[in-house]
C-alpha cells in the first residue's frame, strides 16, 4: 500500500519537475532490465560488471561487516556491563570511535588498506561494533539482578548463570541492534565505495554522478533500497523467531 | 527437633547510602532456628528483615558476625538454601516446566528423572496444565507458583522466602499459603524443612508460623512462640493465645499502644 502510494507521488512528481533531475519509475525500471547483467554506461568506465554483481559485493561487504561487527561488539558489551575495570578501558576507546563520522575516517582507512573491500567493509564493521556495544552493555545493565541471584541459589555456576541467563535475557536487546546496524551499514557501505572501491552500488553511483545519469543512479539507489528493505524484513522474522519468549502476552487468566 | 539448622551470631550489616552516610540495616542479631521450623521475620519496612533473609541466602556478605547453615558457614549463595524472591525470578526465556527443572539441571541430575521431579511439583502446586506455557502467559499468582515449585523441586533443605506473596490478591494469596503449607508438611516431622519467611503482613505471619521474629531498626527485639494447631482456621485465628501474639505484632509495629 505505502509502495503504491509513493510510487504514485513519485510519478505525480515527474510531470512538475524536469526529466533530467527526475526520472519517471517506469524509465527507472526499465534501466534496472537493462542494467541488470551488464551496463554498458559503466564498461564505458572499465567497469564490467552490472548491477546484479555490484549488489553482491555490497550486501557481502555488508554482512561481513555486521558479522564481525556482531562477534566483537556484542560480548564485549555484555563482558564490560559485569567488569567495572574493563569497561573503564573500553568505553573511552569505542565511545569516541563511534563518534568519528565516516567520512573523516574513510580516508585513513583507504590509505591504511588500500581500496580492496576490506577497507569499506572495516569502516562499517567499527560502526556495527560500537552501536552492538552499547545495546549489548545496555540489555546487561537493565535485565533484573533477580534472575542471576535465583540462578546463583538454585545452584548454577557462574559459566551457567552466563549462559542461561545473560545471554538469553539479553538476546531481544541484541537483536534489535543488530536490526538497526544492519539499517544503517547499507547507508555506510555505499558512502566508504563512494570514497574510494573498484565495486560495488556505491561505486556506480559515484561513477554515473560523475556522467549526471540520474536516470543510472536512481536505479541502483533502488536496488539498494530494495535490497536494504529485504533483509530488514528476513532480519526481523529472525529476531521473532530466536525470542519467541519475549512476544507480548496472550492470556493472562488463572 | 532439637538440632540447630540456621544460627545467626552477632550479625551485623551496614552500608553507604549514596550522599555518604552509614547505615545500618542490621546490628549484632542473633539467631537460632532449628530444623522443621517455620519462622516469620516481621517488621515495619526497613527494618532489616530482607537484608537478613539475603545474608543467610549467601547473596549479602555480612559486614560483622557470623551465619552458620548446616553447620557450615556462609560464603556464597547455593543450591541447599532456596529462595523465593519479591520479584517475579521466573525466567521469562524459559518454558514453565524448564524452570521447575532449572536447578536440578544445575545439579547433573539426569534428563528424565528431573522431568520426573518438575511434573510433581508442578502437579503438586496446580499447575501441570502450563507446564509447556510460556512465563507470560501465567498470571501473577501462577508465577508464584512456579516459584515455589521451582525451590521445593531443587530439594533445599532450607527455604527462604522474602515477601513472596506481597503483591498478590487476598484470594491468590491464601491459596498460595496452602500450598506452602502443604508442601512443607508433607516431610515426617523431623524431616520437614526449615523455612525462614519474611512478611510485613501480621495475619500472614499468624497463619503460617511456628514462631515469629520481629525485628526494629536492624535488632531482634521479639520472639513469639505460635502454638496454634494446624490448619490454622478462621477461628483459631481468634483464640485468645492468638488475639494476644496479634496485639504484641501490630504494639511492635506501631500500630496499637503498648499495653
Known amino acids: ?254 | 527437633m532439637s538440632d540447630v539448622k540456621i544460627e545467626a551470631s552477632a550479625l551485623s550489616r551496614s552500608y553507604r547510602r549514596a550522599d555518604g552516610a552509614e547505615v545500618k540495616a542490621l546490628s549484632a542479631v542473633d539467631l537460632r532456628i532449628e530444623a522443621g521450623q517455620f519462622v516469620c521475620l516481621v517488621g515495619p519496612s526497613g527494618c532489616g528483615k530482607t537484608t537478613l533473609l539475603q545474608i543467610i541466602a549467601g547473596l549479602v556478605p555480612p559486614s560483622g558476625g557470623n551465619i552458620v547453615v548446616n553447620g557450615q558457614r556462609v560464603t556464597a549463595p547455593g543450591p541447599s538454601r532456596g529462595m523465593v524472591f519479591q520479584k517475579d525470578s521466573v525466567f521469562p526465556w524459559m518454558r514453565v516446566h524448564a524452570n521447575v527443572e532449572y536447578g536440578l539441571s544445575c545439579r547433573g541430575v539426569a534428563k528424565a528423572e528431573r522431568q520426573k521431579v518438575a511434573a510433581q511439583y508442578l502437579e503438586r502446586v496446580g499447575l501441570s496444565h502450563v507446564a509447556g506455557a510460556w512465563p507470560r502467559e501465567l498470571s501473577g499468582g501462577m508465577l508464584k507458583r512456579v516459584a515455589v515449585a521451582t525451590v521445593f523441586a531443587n530439594g533445599a533443605d532450607v527455604l527462604l522466602l522474602d515477601e513472596p506473596f506481597g503483591a498478590l490478591d487476598y484470594v491468590t494469596k491464601r491459596q498460595l499459603h496452602d500450598v506452602l503449607l502443604t508442601l512443607w508438611a508433607e516431610g515426617e516431622a523431623g524431616r520437614r524443612r526449615t523455612v525462614v519467611f519474611v512478611t510485613h503482613d501480621v495475619d500472614e505471619a499468624m497463619i503460617l508460623a511456628d514462631r515469629i521474629v520481629v525485628l526494629r531498626a536492624g535488632r531482634v527485639v521479639d520472639d513469639l512462640a505460635v502454638a496454634a494447631d494446624r490448619p490454622r482456621t478462621t477461628d483459631a485465628l481468634l483464640l485468645p493465645g492468638m488475639v494476644r501474639i496479634k496485639h504484641i505484632l501490630l504494639t511492635h509495629l506501631g500500630l496499637e499502644a503498648a499495653r
Open chain 1, 1 to 254: 500500500m505505502g509502495i503504491l502510494l509513493l510510487l504514485a507521488l513519485w510519478q505525480a512528481l515527474t510531470s512538475v519537475v524536469a526529466r533530467s533531475s527526475l526520472p519517471t519509475p517506469l524509465s527507472v525500471a526499465i534501466r534496472i532490465r537493462q542494467d541488470f547483467i551488464h551496463a554498458d554506461q559503466l564498461s564505458f568506465y572499465g567497469l564490467n560488471t552490472g548491477l546484479l554483481d555490484s549488489m553482491a559485493y555490497t550486501a557481502t561487504n555488508v554482512a561481513a561487516a555486521v558479522l564481525m561487527g556482531a562477534v566483537v561488539g556484542a560480548p564485549l558489551g555484555l563482558v564490560t556491563a559485569r567488569f567495572r575495570l574493563l569497561r573503564a578501558l573500553v568505553d573511552p576507546v569505542l565511545m569516541t570511535a563511534g563518534t568519528i563520522p565516516i567520512i573523516v575516517l574513510a580516508p585513513f582507512f583507504l590509505i591504511w588498506f588500500g581500496v580492496d573491500r576490506i577497507s569499506a567493509m572495516l569502516l562499517v564493521a567499527i560502526f556495527v561494533t560500537v552501536i552492538l556495544y552499547v545495546f549489548a552493555q545496555r540489555a546487561a545493565d537493565n535485565i533484573d539482578p533477580v534472575y542471576e541471584e535465583s540462578a546463583y541459589t538454585l545452584g548454577a555456576s557462574r559459566a551457567r548463570v552466563v549462559r542461561d541467563v545473560l545471554l538469553p535475557g539479553t538476546v531481544p536487546q541484541i537483536l534489535g541492534g543488530i536490526r538497526i546496524a544492519l539499517a544503517g551499514a547499507w547507508g555506510l557501505e555505499a558512502i566508504a565505495e563512494l570514497m574510494g572501491a573498484q565495486y560495488g552500488i556505491g561505486k556506480i553511483v559515484q561513477l554515473l554522478a560523475g556522467a549526471t545519469d540520474v536516470e543510472g543512479i536512481f536505479a541502483a539507489l533502488l536496488v539498494l533500497g530494495v535490497v536494504a528493505v529485504a533483509c530488514d524484513g528476513l532480519a526481523a522474522w529472525v529476531v521473532a523467531r530466536l525470542a519467541v519468549w519475549n512476544q507480548p502476552a496472550r492470556t493472562g487468566a488463572e
